[in-house]
């Protein structure tokens, strides 16, 4: 699996977009990008996943670029329950495709 | 998450002792991963399966054994439990279109 590098922490205000950058510049063509959260102690939640074009749903946006070397996730109105760690990963989607874990980028939001 | 429950939810247990964890899914998944979580090294694979009684080792299998008899139950056994086996273990099953949804984890305390 392609190895993806985040920064270690962000801070954003609450009821502002947040911006979690990740560079994934070994990315293979069939390999996807995906985004996990955990927050606290709890199991880590999938947030949203993609090949090469911009993805939404309920919980952010994903913005791939155009060489796919890196990725922008976007949560639109950040609340303060959504300071979590967020983890940027790339994988294939056949047969068990493990996901491996780097450190993430630990966000915080701010009254 | 529903579908996905693990136990027990927390377990002390003495040095040398045999463990074992399950994780059960009601979404008949036919992947399913055991991963642990410690400060300082994030989420590690342990072992993961692609169907009944087809299991395979991740990075740190060393001291843990799987089973899987029936799709919705994947166990993971401590054979002789050791203090660095102290930490969080979660499972996950991976769905179509969606990625990986975990337990809510296993705290385990090995004295």
């Known amino acids: 699996d392609a190895k993806t590098t985040q920064p270690t922490s962000m801070d954003c205000a609450e009821g502002r977009a947040a911006n979690l950058p990740c560079n994934h510049s070994?990315?293979?063509?069939?390999?996807?990008v995906y985004w996990y959260r955990q927050i606290h102690s709890q199991g880590p939640q999938y947030i949203i996943h993609?090949?090469?074009n911009n993805e939404t749903n309920e919980m952010a946006s994903l913005i791939i670029t155009e060489d796919r070397k890196s990725s922008t996730l976007i949560l639109p109105h950040a609340t303060l329950r959504d300071t979590a760690v967020y983890y940027c990963?790339?994988?294939?989607?056949?047969?068990?495709?493990?996901?491996?874990f780097g450190q993430g980028t630990r966000l915080t939001i701010n009254p | 998450d529903a579908g996905i429950t693990q136990s027990p939810r927390h377990k002390v247990t003495e040095t040398g002792t045999p463990v074992t964890l399950r994780c059960h899914q009601t979404e008949n998944h036919r992947y399913m991963y055991w991963y642990r979580q410690d400060p300082g090294h994030g989420l590690r694979l342990i072992h993961y399966?692609?169907?009944?009684?087809?299991?395979d080792k991740g990075e740190v299998s060393d001291g843990y054994s799987v089973s899987r008899s029936k799709t919705e139950d994947f166990l993971l056994t401590l054979e002789s439990a050791t203090s660095s086996q102290t930490s969080v273990y979660f499972c996950a099953t991976e769905g179509l279109n969606y990625g990986y949804t975990f337990g809510s984890g296993t705290r385990l305390t090995v004295v």
């Open positions: 993609g090949l090469k």
């Open positions: 990963i790339v994988r294939g989607i056949q047969g068990a495709q493990k996901l491996v």
């Open positions: 070994t990315i293979s063509g069939n390999e996807y």
């Open positions: 399966s692609y169907g009944v009684k087809d299991t």
